[in-house]
């Protein structure tokens, strides 16, 4: 069974950085994409930022976090980390990475498998 495990949450003061990682267990991989997700206080879950990797590698980010925050992934350890840099205040949210099965990358949260527990990121002002 697919497991995702996040880690690398915190409380920083904006303008810092923070990696999330999200080691996945449990399946093969090789025809997958990873998404991170954030729930606000208050709001509804919103995409972040995804990555697949088969037939190349594909990057999608929201507007919101375009030129600060970088997605990647290792394949050998099987971990996709969010690379979190000049944090702000509004960044401030649960954080979870999701998986799912296919090449086409996809903002919607309907649209993967599995998912995490979710880490907290706090930014202080």
């Known amino acids: 069974q697919v497991q995702l495990v996040e880690s690398g949450g915190g409380f920083v003061q904006a303008g810092d950085s923070l990696r999330l990682s999200c080691a996945a267990s449990g399946g093969t991989f090789s025809n997958y994409g990873v998404g991170w997700f954030r729930q606000r206080p208050g709001k509804e879950r919103e995409f972040v930022a995804a990555v697949t990797w088969n037939l190349g590698t594909h990057y999608a980010y929201a507007d919101s976090v375009k030129g600060r925050f970088t997605i990647s992934r290792d394949s050998a350890k099987v971990t996709v980390y969010l690379q979190m840099n000049s944090l702000k205040p509004e960044d401030t949210a649960v954080y979870y990475c999701?998986?799912?099965?296919?090449?086409?990358?996809?903002?919607?949260?309907?649209?993967?498998?599995?998912w995490g527990q979710g880490t907290q990121v706090t930014v202080s002002s």
């Open positions: 999701a998986l799912r099965q296919g090449v086409v990358i996809t903002r919607r949260s309907y649209d993967y498998d599995y």
